[in-house]
């Protein structure tokens, strides 16, 4: 019963990693180098991840400046930016790339504060799956009847605790979000 318990609370653990990572690609109108952690840029015929291509630094809080260690390359990174339709249009200076990233309107922080919601709502029905697949762990293996129901609570209180720590994030990340 501990593995089982231990492997619940282990995958409770990468939801929560997970449902982070995926809040920080929200962005909130301040520039964060990990907007461009998707992005892949043609390098010698290789797609190559544009962090392994430059510098990427924050000047002011709504800029990000990209220096790529190869001038060569500024075009490939210009061109991958664009098409990765982050709604923010490169600048080249021919050393560098700047990407100012846009104020937020009233409307696109209410919209983003229901993509975060729906975010934390797909963590929590992980977390409820994580619940079931332990809870039916437990039960296979034939304990008698209260060790069952005391494991069954051992998994609730893991998941009560994961949801409280889904609740606080999203609660930040709405302040984040809604702060002009």
Same mark, same amino acid.
């Given at each position: 019963?501990? #593995?089982?318990?231990?492997?619940?609370?282990?995958?409770?653990?990468?939801?929560? #990693?997970?449902?982070?990572?995926?809040? /920080?690609?929200?962005?909130?109108?301040?520039?964060?180098?990990?907007?461009?952690?998707?992005?892949?840029?043609?390098?010698?015929? #290789?797609?190559?991840?544009?962090?392994?291509?430059?510098?990427?630094?924050?000047? =002011?809080?709504?800029?990000?400046?990209?220096?790529?260690?190869?001038?060569? !390359?500024?075009?490939?990174?210009?061109?991958?930016?664009?098409?990765?339709?982050?709604?923010?249009?490169?600048?080249?200076?021919?050393?560098?790339?700047?990407?100012? !990233?846009?104020?937020?309107?009233e409307e696109?922080?209410? =919209?983003?504060?229901?993509?975060?919601?729906?975010?934390?709502?797909?963590?929590?029905?992980?977390?409820?799956? /994580?619940?079931?697949?332990?809870?039916?762990? /437990?039960?296979?293996?034939?304990?008698?009847?209260?060790?069952?129901?005391?494991?069954?609570?051992?998994v609730q209180?893991?998941?009560?605790?994961?949801?409280?720590?889904?609740?606080?994030?999203?609660?930040?990340?709405?302040?984040?979000?809604? #702060?002009?």
């Open positions: 019963m501990e #593995t089982i318990l231990l492997n619940a609370e282990e995958k409770m653990e990468n939801t929560i #990693t997970s449902l982070e990572g995926r809040f /920080i690609n929200v962005r909130a109108g301040r520039a964060n180098p990990n907007m461009l952690d998707g992005i892949s840029v043609e390098y010698y015929g #290789t797609p190559t991840p544009l962090k392994q291509l430059a510098n990427i630094s924050i000047p =002011e809080a709504r800029q990000l400046m990209i220096k790529p260690f190869d001038k060569g !390359i500024l075009g490939g990174i210009e061109k991958a930016i664009f098409e990765a339709n982050l709604g923010i249009t490169p600048n080249n200076n021919g050393e560098c790339i700047f990407l100012v !990233i846009p104020p937020l309107t696109r922080r209410k =919209e983003l504060v229901k993509q975060v919601k729906q975010m934390a709502e797909e963590a929590r029905i992980a977390l409820r799956n /994580i619940r079931q697949d332990a809870n039916t762990g /437990i039960k296979n293996l034939k304990l008698p009847e209260d060790v069952e129901k005391e494991g069954n609570n051992e209180e893991l998941i009560n605790k994961y949801n409280k720590v889904i609740d606080e994030k999203l609660k930040v990340k709405e302040q984040e979000l809604m #702060t002009i």
